[in-house]
Nanobody
Framework: QVQLVESGGGLVQAGDSLRLSCAAS????????MGWFRQTPGKEREFVAA????????YYADSVKGRFTISRDNAENTVFLQMNSLKPEDTAVYYC??????????????????WGQGTQVTVSS
């Protein structure tokens, strides 16, 4: 099982960009489906983006489609979330997630095996 550590969060202004990184430990990272979620106080964690083990398939929540891009570097055991045109409503704690099933649906439906500890993203208006 992998362990996940997110980084790259911070405070930005509306319209700015930010790139989150998620570093994974473990030799089998390249076989994991990966994803990003976010959560604000009082709300359930919501799906943001998912990427297949090869990086060839991606899937996004409607709220971020066209603004966010998920990618991965299997040689570096890292998955990224490039966030452009940020809005105040993007403010949340962002979590990285991993699953060994190989099925992106496991990520999309919020049932991954492993979660990171989260990184705060704050977008001011």
């Amino acid at each position: 099982q992998v362990q996940l550590v997110e980084s790259g969060g911070g405070l930005v202004q509306a319209g700015d960009s930010l790139r989150l990184s998620c570093a994974a430990s473990g030799r089998t990272f390249s076989s994991y489906v990966m994803g990003w979620f976010r959560q604000t106080p009082g709300k359930e964690r919501e799906f943001v983006a998912a990427i297949s083990w090869s990086g060839g398939n991606t899937y996004y929540a409607d709220s971020v489609k066209g603004r966010f891009t998920i990618s991965r570097d299997n040689a570096e055991n890292t998955v990224f979330l490039q966030m452009n045109s940020l809005k105040p409503e993007d403010t949340a704690v962002y979590y990285c997630a991993a699953d060994s099933s190989g099925r992106m649906s496991t990520i999309v439906h919020g049932r991954p095996e492993t979660w990171g500890q989260g990184t705060q993203v704050t977008v001011s208006s």
